[in-house]
Nanobody, 125 residues
Framework: VQLQASGGGLVQAGGSLRLSCAAFGRTFGTYAMGWFRQAPGKEREFVAT????????VYTDSVKGRFTISRDMAKKTMYLQMDSLKPEDTAIYSC???????????????????WGQGTQVTVSS
């Protein structure tokens, strides 16, 4: 599968952005997907994941209640709605897809087999 992320940008603290991750080349509704981020000088961090059906989601504690992950089967696209953004959310955000079908949501980066290019999110104070 090929993944194409988009939707990043510059926003003030308290603002919102919606990231998209379009998938190509594989039946969309059969594999878990996730979002990760990497800030300058820091390691890649798990942000959110969604199961193959969309029925189960998991978030890292720092974004709970502010971010919402979802997937649209018809559009073959995963989303990350980010509200109440904070400067510490500034990072390059990447989407990922599981290499194996029918598994649950995945929180570890090395469990994923496919990655999209990153999209920059910058939150100013």
């Amino acid at each position: 599968v090929q993944l194409q992320a988009s939707g990043g940008g510059l926003v003030q603290a308290g603002g919102s952005l919606r990231l998209s991750c379009a998938a190509f080349g594989r039946t969309f509704g059969t594999y878990a997907m996730g979002w990760f981020r990497q800030a300058p000088g820091k390691e890649r961090e798990f942000v959110a994941t969604i199961s193959w059906s969309g029925g189960t989601t998991v978030y890292t504690d720092s974004v709970k209640g502010r971010f919402t992950i979802s997937r649209d089967m018809a559009k073959k696209t995963m989303y990350l709605q980010m509200d109440s953004l904070k400067p510490e959310d500034t990072a390059i955000y990447s989407c990922a897809a599981d290499r194996t079908d029918w598994r649950g949501p995945l929180t570890q980066g090395d469990e994923y087999g496919f990655w999209g290019q990153g999209t920059q999110v910058t939150v100013s104070s």
